[in-house]
């Protein structure tokens, strides 16, 4: 079972992450993004929004498909950045990995 916590994203400003509650959801950045997936990045931000740690532990993998080109940080009509969050969700994975 997932559990939810909404301090989640507060936390993930120790990791660099401090906009992914600006995101609306829009899509936009998924539809710029040139890895094949329907939902990369939002369903992240996504995850961070609504503090489904499990479920971003479970995706970690997929952070590192990310190719860091700045497409959806400079589409976002939200100023996201979400390859910033990106990068803050690989620190915090990291850290949550090496302590298992
Ligand atoms: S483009 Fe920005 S506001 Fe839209 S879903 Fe992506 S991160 Fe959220
Ligand atoms: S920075 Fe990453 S998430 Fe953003 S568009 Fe590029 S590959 Fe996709």
Known sequence: ???VSPEFAEELKEYGDDTALQCFNC????AICP????????????YV???ARERILASGRDL????????????CPRQADP??????????????WREE
């Open 64 to 75: 590192w498909k990310c190719l860091h080109c700045g497409l959806c940080s400079r589409t």
């Open 27 to 30: 899509g936009t950045c998924v």
């Open 1 to 3: 079972m997932t559990v």
């Open 35 to 46: 890895l094949v997936d329907d939902s990369f990045p939002r369903r992240l931000i996504r």
């Open 83 to 96: 390859g910033e969050i990106i990068l803050g969700l690989k620190r915090y994975v990291l850290a949550a």
């Open 49 to 51: 929004q609504i503090g």
